[in-house]
């Protein structure tokens, strides 16, 4: 798989230097014990990490199932979050707590429905060289047929991430598959010196790079975190309305590239515009480089999909961009991890 990066590699870490893995976790009963086992099971020294799991104000179970699950895991500690620090709020303000508990030079994140590659440590390291401070791994999610298509919608999305931050162009960062150096964090003051943002790994990643700091995004198998999948389409939306908000910010490229998305079917869909068996001829071509890219970037990951679901994908991504469009511009506050939040905040 090594043969498959494209231009810059990674570097030996030599040494196992101690880490701090940090997990915001809010109403995670259903998901947190999958998490921790993939962390329990890393191939690093246990005395070389310290994983901090911080109850955002759980409602739940969650706190039992972390307290039960980290008994006689020294490396291991739950954190309870109830008050706020400087203008955090939500998990901008539990991953401020996690970040100033922690005791390392090196930062890692992920969400509590995540399980990450026994390797991804050493791995996401020998990505930061000196003077890159922030990193983004690969992510997909798993499961039924609506699970392997957000799946695919999370490789598809991070490679064009991925092809453009390669170019030097800096996009963003995501905050489930993340390292910042404790450098390039304490460089923007922590999260408590943030205005309020519900997409706080953009708004972390638009403060690091703006100091100056390097960044990167990779994909690679030992790079990569399977996500458990939104079961239905209204949480998926909701996920996505949040993440709209987020997009208002991304560099013009991205705009650009959307934008040609939607031109692509106005143009194909407007009646009479063109002849029948050209739309055919367009269309394939369009479904056949869409499903070259994710073929490479499944490759590129170390995962696998069978062609019929890659060619399906186009229907979902077609229907679901559709969708998010709608229910992003519907007049309701963003809901997320029963919170609610108003379109204007951030």
């Not at 915001?24 to 086992?37: F, Q, S, Y």
């Not at 489930?176 to 999260?191: H, K, P, Q, W």
């Not at 705009?255 to 869909?269: D, N, Q, R």
């Not at 009479?272 to 990951?301: D, E, M, N, S």
Request: with cysteine; charged share 15%.
């Amino acid at each position: 798989m090594l043969a498959l990066w494209p231009r810059r590699k990674l570097v030996d870490v030599g040494a196992r230097p101690r880490v701090s893995i940090l997990i915001a976790a809010r109403n995670e009963e259903a998901t947190i014990e999958r998490c921790l086992t993939a962390l329990s099971r890393l191939n690093y020294p246990p005395e070389q990490l310290e994983i901090l799991i911080g109850d955002d104000a759980s409602t739940d179970n969650t706190a039992a199932i972390v307290a039960a699950f980290i008994a006689n895991k020294p490396q291991f500690r739950l954190l309870s979050i109830r008050q706020r620090l400087g203008t955090a709020r939500g998990k901008s303000n539990a991953l401020a707590h996690l970040c100033r508990a922690a005791t390392t030079d090196h930062l890692l994140f992920t969400d509590a429905d995540m399980a990450m590659h026994p390797d991804w440590v050493q791995t996401m390291l020998a990505a930061a060289p000196a003077g890159v401070g922030i990193v983004t791994g690969i992510t997909t999610a798993g499961g039924p047929l609506f699970g392997r298509m957000q799946g695919l919608d999370w490789l598809f999305g991070l490679n064009i991430i991925r092809v453009l931050s390669d170019r030097g162009l800096p996009i963003t960062a995501v905050g489930n598959n993340m390292l910042v150096t404790r450098a390039a964090y304490e460089s923007i003051g922590g999260y408590e010196a943030l205005a309020f943002s519900i997409t706080e790994d953009l708004q972390l990643f638009d403060k690091v790079v703006a100091q100056g700091w390097g960044f990167r995004n990779i994909i690679h198998p030992k790079a990569l975190g399977i996500s458990v999948p939104q079961p239905t389409v209204r949480h998926l939306l909701q996920q996505r309305k949040r993440w709209m908000k987020g997009a208002t910010r991304l560099p013009w490229q991205l705009g650009v590239l959307f934008s040609s998305y939607g031109f692509f079917y106005t143009v194909l869909g407007w009646p009479g515009l063109l002849p029948l068996p050209l739309i055919g001829a367009l269309y394939a071509a369009k479904v056949g480089c869409q499903t070259l890219f994710l073929a490479i970037t499944l490759r590129q990951a170390g995962h696998r999909e069978n062609l019929g679901v890659l060619l399906l994908y186009d229907v979902y991504l077609l229907f679901m961009s559709l969708a998010v469009l709608a229910y992003t511009w519907w007049p309701s506050p963003i809901q997320w991890k029963e919170r609610r939040y108003r379109w204007a905040e951030g």
